[in-house]
Nanobody
Framework: QVQLVESGGGLVQAGGSLRLSCVVS????????MGWYRQAPGKQRELVAD???????NYADSVKGRFTVSRDSAKNTVYLQMNSLKPEDTAVYYC???????????WGQGTQVTVSS
């Protein structure tokens, strides 16, 4: 079993910044990919950004140039730096990892991000 604990969500004004953190209870070296999804009310969960074991990154078009995903292997942590936030970024943000072992995916409990206009 893998536990993921997110932090860093909150309320911010449009144009502001937040940094989300997700601590993983498993060595990053056992993880193929890690990243962030979000789900707004009434919408499907969508990929925001992810980073592979080879440090390749992938971003949703809506956040390119504003968000940056990164990881710290020593701390078993993945981050999401969110700049120039917009009201449409309001959602619950979920951390996720995919293991090398059978491609199993695990999710965090989610953290709320609210951007006021």
């Amino acid at each position: 079993q893998v536990q993921l604990v997110e932090s860093g969500g909150g309320l911010v004004q449009a144009g502001g910044s937040l940094r989300l953190s997700c601590v993983v209870s498993r060595s990053i070296f056992s993880i193929n990919a890690m990243g962030w999804y979000r789900q707004a009310p009434g919408k499907q969960r969508e990929l925001v950004a992810d980073i592979t074991s080879g440090s390749n990154t992938n971003y949703a078009d809506s956040v390119k140039g504003r968000f940056t995903v990164s990881r710290d292997s020593a701390k078993n942590t993945v981050y999401l730096q969110m700049n120039s936030l917009k009201p449409e970024d309001t959602a619950v943000y979920y951390c996720t990892v995919v293991l090398f072992n059978m491609g199993r995916r695990y999710w965090g409990q989610g953290t709320q991000v609210t951007v006021s206009s």
